[in-house]
T-cell receptor
Framework: GQNIDQPTEMTATEGAIVQINCTYQTSGFNGLFWYQQHAGEAPTFLSYNVLDGLEEKGRFSSFLSRSKGYSYLLLKELQMKDSASYLCAVMDSNYQLIWGAGTKLIIKP | IAGITQAPTSQILAAGRRMTLRCTQDMRHNAMYWYRQDLGLGLRLIHYSNTAGTTGKGEVPDGYSVSRANTDDFPLTLASAVPSQTSVYFC????????????FGEGSRLTVL
């Protein structure tokens, strides 16, 4: 079956750096996506990786290794507003999005 | 403000009742989707539509139906609600098919008693 694994919850300190990992096993691969979802709100698109390597977008970076079925989202200079759930999703060979259950990130002052 | 509007925001419903969740977008996106989000699970696709006039089944379509009479509207109907349909429902759209970059509505929280 198809599977996306990410930690359920992580805690980090304001101003620090945190890495949220995502491993996947899917039928084919057509890209990996990260979304941010604040409690009670809609998911919003953060990043897209289809080739191996690091994509940087301001304080957020996303890394992909297709051979390892692995990605991470790196958040730098953490702010309290970064407290949210981070969802990893993979597009399979049928262009269906497979979603992880999300990682709840708690930022402490 | 451009985006996706869902209604109602929240609803409590008796089992066996019929319910329609409304979704309207003003971005002229071709593709639209309905997902449900349950605690501890990833988003699960219920139904989708790649363009007006066409619909398709997602991962968990049973008990739900959709229609796509025009580009903007994509209602989701529960013909006879059951408690297992208690969930948060998100409507989403994308400007093209075969993309994972989706725009989501704010969600509709449905409780079936």
């Amino acid at each position: 079956g198809q599977n996306i694994d990410q930690p359920t919850e992580m805690t980090a300190t304001e101003g620090a750096i945190v890495q949220i990992n995502c491993t996947y096993q899917t039928s084919g691969f057509n890209g990996l996506f990260w979304y941010q979802q604040h409690a009670g709100e809609a998911p919003t698109f953060l990043s897209y990786n289809v080739l191996d390597g690091l994509e940087e977008k301001g304080r957020f970076s996303s890394f992909l290794s297709r051979s390892k079925g692995y990605s991470y989202l790196l958040l730098k200079e953490l702010q309290m507003k970064d407290s949210a759930s981070y969802l990893c999703a993979v597009m399979d060979s049928n262009y269906q999005l497979i979603w992880g259950a999300g990682t709840k990130l708690i930022i402490k002052p | 403000i451009a985006g996706i509007t869902q209604a109602p925001t929240s609803q409590i419903l008796a089992a066996g009742r019929r319910m329609t969740l409304r979704c309207t977008q003003d971005m002229r996106h071709n593709a639209m989707y309905w997902y449900r989000q349950d605690l501890g699970l990833g988003l699960r696709l219920i139904h989708y539509s790649n363009t007006a006039g066409t619909t398709g089944k997602g991962e968990v379509p049973d008990g739900y139906s959709v229609s796509r009479a025009n580009t903007d509207d994509f209602p989701l109907t529960l013909a006879s609600a059951v408690p297992s349909q208690t969930s948060v429902y998100f409507c989403a759209s994308s400007d093209r098919t075969n993309t994972g970059e989706l725009f989501f509505g704010e969600g509709s929280r449905l409780t079936v008693l």
